[in-house]
């Protein structure tokens, strides 16, 4: 199987403050790393992609300093929203695959939803 | 960006087939998937297609693929109410990005 992990499921923060999200391959390895992000009733968006051992790649028209990626290992990615405001409130997801080029499908974690107060 | 259009809503009752499309702009994909999300979750990969196939089955479900018209397509028979969710199709582009459709929300009557 191939196993993504993602936690919390749920958070509610204030305004101002950081939360982290983990995302974790539970039974692989994953060198890449993919952070979504999904508004109510609308597809998954592409945030940015988390290289092990290297910096994050992000999309246009995400902010960088805002949307913290760390991959500290091969089965370990994190998504720090810092200084958090309502809307951020959103449903965040994690992916990695197994291998790369679109062979391998990407594996998904549940998902984190993000209440800013 | 690639694009990739889907019906955003489909109703079907519960023991009929269901045909869930997607039309796509983007040909170089060797790969087509499909995932369902189901409420406050993630999403579940339930099949995929290689580029040079036409047909897949997997027990209640079929994909078809039409490349020359860049049309996929979802059949799910005997449709059951844990069947409701919301489908995504997707493929690849940039070498490992994968570009989702809008979605379909399947609706299922018992």
């Known amino acids: 199987g191939a196993v993504v992990s993602q936690h919390p499921s749920r958070v509610i923060c204030k305004s101002g403050t950081s939360v982290k999200i983990e995302c974790r391959s539970l039974d692989f390895q994953a060198t890449t790393m993919f952070w979504y992000r999904q508004f109510p009733k609308q597809s998954l968006m592409l945030m940015a992609t988390s290289n092990e051992g290297s910096k994050a790649t992000y999309e246009q028209g995400v902010e960088k300093d805002k949307f913290l990626i760390n991959h500290a290992s091969l089965t370990l990615s994190t998504l720090t929203v810092t200084s958090a405001h309502p809307e951020d409130s959103s449903f965040y997801i994690c992916?990695?695959?197994?291998?790369?080029?679109?062979?391998?499908?990407?594996?998904f974690g549940n998902g984190t939803r993000l209440t800013v107060t | 960006g690639e694009d990739v259009e889907q019906s955003l809503f489909l109703s079907v009752r519960e023991g009929d087939s269901s045909v869930i499309n997607c039309t796509y702009t983007?040909?170089?994909?060797?790969?087509l998937y499909w995932y369902k999300q189901e409420p406050g979750a993630g999403l579940q990969l339930l099949t995929y297609?290689?580029?040079?196939?036409d047909m897949k089955q997997d027990q209640r479900l079929t994909v078809l693929l039409n490349k020359k018209d860049k049309h996929l397509s979802l059949r799910i028979a005997d449709t059951q109410t844990g069947d409701s969710a919301i489908y995504f199709c997707a493929g690849v582009y940039n070498f490992n990005k994968f570009y989702f459709g809008s979605g379909t929300k399947l609706n299922v009557k018992p």
């Open positions: 983007d040909s170089s994909s060797t790969y």
């Open positions: 992916s990695a695959s197994k291998g790369t080029g679109g062979r391998s499908p990407l594996h």
């Open positions: 297609i290689f580029s040079n196939m």
